[in-house]
């Protein structure tokens, strides 16, 4: 199992250009997740879903649009990047949705908005 | 509103000696915890949680927490530190009513083990 994959690793946009984070997992998760972790204010919830055909917003959900075509994907959009939005952004699944279950982390996208 | 807190930056430890990371917590139901730990360049990997039983928890690389509810904390905590354990460690929360599908963080604190 590659587990939860993120891609890509590092990204420079510049201020009004659009892109799309990759998330994927391997694992049959039902949950899925994306945070941002900016220093000294930990992990903020962006955007989750509990399956396919379902997302909803989490704490910091303004700039960003997700989908969830299948139970394996889970991308993150960035409709017009402003330099706010620099920031490590990290995808995470768990098995099931439901706040007694443990997540599982990608690796983390490094995102830079000049 | 659900929050957590980690009210120390950074905690400087010898190894061998006993540790504790600090976590508070709020929430009007009752809570789930967890504690994770992540790495540099890494993400985050889980290390224990309570979601309800017994307050002292168990988890990895003998780490252990306890839930202590009239004092809303969760710390985090290993008998005998080792260098290796130096990271950044987060505490989590959400809760049992309302959307139990939303994760709150603890602002993170960085843990150095000194040889």
């Known amino acids: 199992n590659a587990g939860v994959t993120q891609t890509p690793k590092f990204q420079v946009l510049k201020t009004g250009q659009s892109m799309t984070l990759q998330c994927a997992q391997d694992m049959n998760h039902e949950y899925m997740s994306w945070y941002r972790q900016d220093p000294g204010m930990g992990l903020r919830l962006i955007h989750y879903s509990v399956g396919a055909g379902i997302t909803d917003q989490g704490e910091v959900p303004n700039g960003y649009n997700v989908s969830r075509s299948t139970t394996e994907d889970f991308p993150l959009r960035l409709l017009s990047a402003a330099p706010s939005q620099t920031s490590v952004y990290f995808c995470?699944?768990?098995?099931?949705?439901?706040?007694?279950?443990?997540?599982?982390f990608g690796p983390g996208t490094r995102l830079t908005v000049l | 509103a659900q929050s957590v807190a980690q009210p120390e930056d950074q905690v400087n430890v010898a190894e061998g000696n006993p540790l504790t990371v600090k976590c508070t917590y709020s929430v009007s139901g009752n809570p789930y915890l967890f504690w994770y730990v992540q790495y540099p360049n890494r993400g985050l990997q889980f290390l224990l949680k309570y979601i309800t039983g017994d307050n002292l928890v168990k988890g990895s690389y003998g780490f252990e927490a306890e839930f202590n509810k009239s004092q809303t904390s969760f710390h985090l905590k290993k008998p005998s530190a080792l260098v290796s354990d130096s990271a950044l460690y987060f505490c989590?929360?959400?809760?049992?009513?309302?959307?139990?599908?939303?994760?709150?963080f603890g602002s993170g604190t960085k843990l150095n083990v000194k040889p």
């Open positions: 989590a929360l959400t809760e049992e009513r309302g959307n139990f599908n939303k994760f709150y």
């Open positions: 995470a699944s768990s098995e099931l949705a439901g706040g007694y279950n443990e997540q599982f």
